[in-house]
């Protein structure tokens, strides 16, 4: 049996991180169950797992088959292959979600950040290379996470200093924008621009107003 410090409830499920506020719980061994217990919840873990099994194996068919509609009728795009992107991206996010790994939901933000970008230059490469994927689609991206970031630190307010590794990350993402913009690859650089300036900004308030706290995260994460 496991207890988060933070939120102030028994787990019983086999984890090492608190799966509200993914703080590293204390093992007490022989503590009985209380009102505040967080419920086993791996048997609907397991259901959801067979679930994205039938998924895959339906994708997989239905893949096969809009490969060989798209040879059939082939007008110069491969259509079937954003449709089995599309396919693949669906059962990466799912199987992602219920991994039996302690993946927090911080990492697993970052990680759907980055298959999204893929997924749509993916989609921009295979329709004729235009660029918006690198030059619209990633800083939106970006910029939709750190949304996202500002109202999981407002609604975890009890361990908002966890998000500032997502925020650090976020600023990385929006630089490589800077830099492909100067290799040619980004013709329009506004809303990168845009995007590494909102994530630099978010970083900053952060550091300002959470002060000790945040300074004390930064210490414990990158040893500043």
């Known amino acids: ?8 409830i028994q787990i019983a499920d086999h984890t090492m991180v608190c799966p509200l506020c ?6 007490k061994e022989g503590e009985e169950e209380g009102r505040d217990m967080y419920p086993d919840v791996r048997l609907r873990t397991r259901m959801f797992q067979i679930v994205v099994r039938v998924y895959f194996v339906a994708a ?3 893949e096969i088959a809009l490969v060989v509609v798209n ?15 599309a396919f693949l991206f ?23 950040a980055v298959v999204i970008v893929l997924f749509t230059l993916l989609v921009d490469v295979i329709i004729g290379y235009r660029g918006w994927s690198l030059t619209y689609a990633m ?29 650090l990350t976020m600023i990385g993402f929006s630089a490589v924008g800077i830099v492909l ?31 000790r706290r945040a300074k004390t995260e930064l210490k414990r994460r990158f040893h500043v």
């Open 90 to 112: 669906l059962f990466f996010t799912l199987s992602f979600s219920v991994s039996n790994h302690n993946y927090g939901h911080i990492l697993k933000i970052a990680v759907e």
């Open 139 to 167: 800083p939106s991206v970006i910029i939709m996470v750190d949304i996202a970031i500002i109202v999981l630190m407002i609604a975890n307010n009890l361990n908002w200093q966890s998000y500032i590794s997502l925020q």
């Open 60 to 62: 997989v068919l239905l």
């Open 1 to 8: 049996m496991s207890r988060c410090k933070q939120c102030k």
């Open 22 to 27: 993914n703080s590293v719980l204390e093992v």
């Open 181 to 211: 913009f100067y290799v040619g690859l980004v013709k329009k650089p506004l809303l990168t621009f845009i995007s590494l300036l909102f994530s630099l900004l978010l970083f900053l308030g952060t550091v300002l107003i959470g002060d």
């Open 71 to 85: 040879s059939l009728t082939f007008s110069g795009t491969w259509w079937s292959v954003i449709c089995g992107a």
